[in-house]
């Protein structure tokens, strides 16, 4: 019949589902995508509008944002160290455009927005910079963050603009900056092969996948724990392997789960940390549901390093990693002893901790108990 409206069939029925699922989805990474980069310039507005004229600012001088750190974390507030509070206040000299092309919408939605924000003009700004507008509806703070730290306005735009165009995670990001695209282009004859070559093989952004940016979980207050998406699987096999430990009387105390430490620019998250009192060291337990890798054992031992150098204290031993690594027939476990060079060292640490061979036999009771794979 002419005009009638045809009948959904099954297959109708799951593309409306996923197409549904899929703006939504883009439409809330955005927006809160959106929400967190205006909060964080505004904290960069706030701190340069206070160096430059707040009536007591003479009295905290250079330790204002380490001062500034202590209170905010006092006052309940995550991801307010004085490091952070540095990159808010970078990427507002960076940026501070954005806030001159926003919408009265987007302006209101923050009180910064009513300061009398002082003009910060980059001389060497090129007329052609993306304007602010679209940057925030294109990139995550995380990208900004990253451009942020490219003193070359030149150079920093060109970022912009080929990240825009590529749609690029910040990874791909990254990777770009460090393999010297700019630096490559600037010397390629055929720029327009160059960057078809690199839109090819470059890792796309997804909504989905932005939404899970650190950034954006502590900013709505989800868990660490969150953040790194651990399965089922994984997060029940960390229950019983901490009991496991706590129970073995061995010395085992639990400090820590899901860990998270900062090396350079990169946060990395230790599935169980212990302290042991018998030979006074920090023990890491990284798991993974998966065959062995080397680049597990590397990320153990980076981890472990770390420990090292930033959480010993005076008496403490070296610390030590434990990799676990599962399959359904195969158990793995690995110790990481970084510059552990003193076999006296190593030998007291087999005498105190679980053989390997008892932590397989746990693993492999729990593995078929818990998910039975």
Same mark, same amino acid.
């Given at each position: 019949?002419?005009?009638?409206?045809?009948?959904?069939?099954?297959?109708? /029925?799951? %593309?409306?589902? +996923?197409?549904? #699922?899929?703006?939504?989805?883009?439409?809330?990474? !955005?927006?809160?995508?959106?929400?967190?980069?205006?909060?964080?310039?505004?904290?960069?507005?706030?701190?340069?509008?206070?160096?430059?004229?707040?009536? #007591?600012?003479?009295? %905290?001088?250079?330790?204002?944002?380490?001062? &500034?750190?202590?209170?905010?974390?006092?006052?309940?507030?995550? $991801?307010?160290?004085?490091?952070?509070? +540095?990159?808010?206040?970078?990427?507002?000299?960076?940026?501070?455009?954005?806030? !001159?092309?926003?919408?009265?919408?987007?302006?209101?939605?923050?009180?910064?927005?009513?300061?009398?924000?002082?003009?910060?003009?980059?001389?060497?700004?090129?007329? @052609?910079?993306? #304007?602010?507008?679209?940057?925030?509806?294109?990139?995550? @703070?995380? =990208?900004?963050?990253?451009?942020?730290?490219?003193?070359?306005?030149?150079?920093?735009? @060109?970022?912009?603009?080929?990240? *825009? !165009?590529?749609?690029?995670?910040? $990874?791909? &990001?990254?990777?770009?900056?460090?393999? /010297? %695209?700019?630096?490559?282009?600037?010397?390629?004859?055929?720029?327009?092969?160059?960057?078809?070559?690199?839109?090819?093989?470059?890792?796309?952004?997804?909504?989905?996948?932005? *939404?899970?940016?650190?950034?954006?979980?502590?900013?709505?207050?989800? +868990?660490?724990?969150?953040?790194?998406?651990?399965?089922?699987?994984?997060?029940?096999?960390?229950?019983? *392997?901490?009991?496991?430990?706590?129970?073995?009387? =061995?010395?085992?105390?639990?400090?820590? $789960?899901?860990?998270?430490?900062?090396?350079?620019?990169?946060?990395?998250?230790?599935?169980?940390?212990?302290?042991? $009192?018998?030979?006074?060291?920090?023990?890491?337990?990284?798991?993974?549901?998966?065959?062995?890798?080397?680049?597990?054992?590397?990320? &153990?031992?980076?981890?472990?390093?770390?420990?090292?150098?930033?959480?010993?204290?005076?008496?403490?031993?070296?610390?030590?990693?434990?990799?676990?690594?599962?399959?359904?027939?195969?158990?793995?476990?690995?110790?990481?002893?970084?510059?552990?060079?003193?076999?006296?060292?190593?030998?007291?640490?087999?005498?105190?901790?679980?053989?390997?061979?008892? *932590?397989?036999?746990? /693993?492999?009771?729990?593995?078929?108990?818990?998910?039975?794979?």
């Amino acid at each position: 019949m002419a005009g009638r409206q045809k009948k959904m069939d099954f297959a109708s /029925l799951v %593309y409306a589902i +996923r197409q549904v #699922d899929e703006q939504c989805s883009a439409q809330a990474g !955005r927006a809160v995508n959106v929400t967190l980069t205006l909060r964080n310039l505004a904290i960069g507005c706030y701190i340069r509008e206070y160096e430059q004229h707040g009536a #007591d600012r003479a009295e %905290y001088g250079e330790g204002l944002l380490d001062r &500034l750190a202590d209170r905010l974390r006092q006052e309940g507030m995550i $991801r307010m160290d004085s490091r952070e509070l +540095r990159r808010y206040r970078q990427f507002y000299l960076v940026y501070s455009r954005i806030w !001159r092309s926003l919408t009265p919408e987007l302006q209101s939605l923050l009180p910064a927005s009513r300061l009398p924000i002082q003009e910060i003009r980059e001389s060497l700004t090129p007329e @052609f910079a993306v #304007d602010g507008n679209t940057l925030i509806n294109h990139l995550s @703070f995380t =990208h900004l963050n990253e451009l942020s730290a490219i003193e070359d306005p030149l150079k920093r735009t @060109f970022y912009e603009i080929e990240c *825009i !165009r590529g749609n690029w995670s910040v $990874r791909e &990001l990254k990777r770009q900056i460090a393999t /010297l %695209y700019y630096e490559r282009s600037g010397l390629s004859h055929n720029k327009e092969k160059l960057a078809e070559l690199i839109k090819s093989t470059a890792e796309r952004s997804e909504h989905k996948l932005m *939404i899970r940016d650190p950034y954006i979980f502590e900013f709505l207050g989800l +868990r660490s724990k969150e953040v790194m998406g651990e399965s089922d699987l994984e997060d029940a096999l960390l229950d019983k *392997i901490q009991d496991f430990l706590l129970e073995l009387g =061995h010395g085992f105390c639990f400090e820590a $789960r899901q860990k998270r430490i900062l090396i350079g620019k990169t946060h990395g998250f230790v599935d169980l940390v212990f302290f042991h $009192r018998i030979i006074k060291c920090h023990v890491l337990v990284e798991l993974k549901v998966d065959e062995f890798k080397h680049e597990y054992l590397g990320q &153990l031992n980076t981890y472990v390093t770390w420990y090292r150098k930033n959480m010993m204290s005076d008496g403490d031993n070296p610390p030590v990693g434990l990799l676990l690594c599962t399959q359904k027939d195969h158990v793995l476990v690995e110790y990481a002893l970084a510059g552990m060079d003193n076999k006296l060292f190593v030998s007291k640490y087999q005498l105190e901790l679980p053989k390997k061979e008892e *932590i397989q036999r746990f /693993l492999e009771e729990k593995v078929k108990e818990v998910g039975n794979v």
